[in-house]
């Protein structure tokens, strides 16, 4: 039934709220998800639970880029403002959430995978400008 619920993603996402599935076939849907939102450095994850949560970016340790100031920080923001709304934070997680976005829709300092020639440090430099 994946198949179809991938199909079904693709064409209309504004049907589903909520999907629980086992473990692979979620990891496979987050990652078709990640792609119709621009790419899995701008995808943000929350696991959570009745007791506890864990809140990180969906893409890996990304080894070939390791070192190099090239990664897009933005999901592992978003998944700290996913954090700080779970945790009743929401002025803050408002506040860089904005300025995460305010970044990006300027379109002038990007990393790579968003299109841009702009450095990890310096695209957070922008960001945290913002909240400045």
Request: aromatic residues 6%; glycine residues 10%; contains cysteine.
């Amino acid at each position: 039934y994946l198949d179809t619920v991938c199909l079904n993603m693709v064409n209309d996402p504004t049907q589903f709220d909520v999907l629980v599935m086992p473990n692979l076939y979620g990891d496979i849907l987050s990652d078709l998800c990640a792609g119709l939102i621009g790419g899995l450095g701008v995808t943000p994850s929350g696991n959570i639970g009745t007791k506890s949560a864990i809140f990180e970016s969906v893409h890996g340790s990304a080894p070939d880029i390791a070192g190099q100031d090239k990664a897009n920080p933005t999901a592992l923001l978003l998944s700290a403002v996913m954090m700080l709304r779970h945790m009743k934070f929401f002025d803050k997680a408002a506040l860089i959430e904005k300025a995460v976005f305010s970044v990006i829709a300027e379109n002038k300092i990007l990393t790579g995978d968003l299109g841009g020639t702009s450095k990890c440090s310096e695209y957070t430099d922008e960001i945290c400008r913002k909240l400045n």
